[in-house]
T-cell receptor, first 114, second 112 residues
């Protein structure tokens, strides 16, 4: 049982390049999330999904797109990377949105945009 | 809007001492959940403990306990008998429908 995995772990992009981050979970969770963590700050929600084929915007969605074609996968895309998107990106999943269910996190992807 | 405040950017604690990490929150909801996560230097987010707003007793998980004072809107994490491995960033978070609202974190360093 791998839990939540993220690919890649590290990436360096030049301004204007595009890339896709892959998140996979094997816990059959309905809900998946993408967060970013900047230095000295907590996590901020980028996009989330409440089930296969559905996505919604979080707190900081600009410059990102997502897709959830399969229940176990949640993809985060950067179409034209900017230095402001240098951050650590975390994917998470949860069984329910009821308050008592915690979110399980992947190991994170460290992205640097030069 | 919901908000989490952690007022201690960093703390140094002697090994084996107890430590309290502060967290205050702001919400107009009657039903809510509060979480604490640990982030070691390796970067992963580790769930520690959960407290529901209707839970009458403070949550405990091994050496972790949550000092929940609803009227004061505080949910402090208490770590008993601290260990060197407790050195990490600690985040308080609150459920807001689909997302977790996060505090800025407290960096805890345990001194031998």
């Amino acid at each position: 049982n791998a839990g939540v995995t993220q690919t890649p772990k590290f990436r360096v992009l030049k301004t204007g390049q595009s890339m896709t981050l892959l998140c996979a979970q094997d816990m059959n969770h309905e809900y998946m999330y993408w967060y970013r963590q900047d230095p000295g700050m907590g996590l901020r929600l980028i996009h989330y999904s409440v089930g296969e084929g559905t996505t919604a915007k979080g707190e900081v969605p600009d410059g990102y797109n997502v897709s959830r074609l399969k229940k176990q996968n949640f993809l985060l895309g950067l179409e034209s990377a900017a230095p402001s998107q240098t951050s650590v990106y975390f994917c998470a999943s949860s069984y329910s949105v009821l308050a008592l269910y915690e979110q399980y996190f992947g190991p994170g992807t460290r992205l640097t945009v030069t | 809007a919901q908000k989490i405040t952690q007022t201690q950017p960093g703390m140094f604690v002697q090994e084996k001492e107890a430590v309290t990490l502060d967290c205050t929150y702001d919400t107009s909801d009657q039903s809510y959940g509060l979480f604490w996560y640990k982030q070691p230097s390796s970067g992963e987010m580790i769930f520690l403990i959960y407290q529901g707003s209707y839970d009458e007793q403070n949550a405990t998980e091994g050496r972790y306990s949550l000092n929940f004072q609803k009227a004061r809107k505080s949910a402090n994490l208490v770590i008993s008998a601290s260990q060197l491995g407790d050195s990490a960033m600690y985040f308080c978070a609150m459920r807001d429908r689909y997302q977790l609202i996060w505090g800025a974190g407290t960096k805890l360093i345990i001194k031998p």
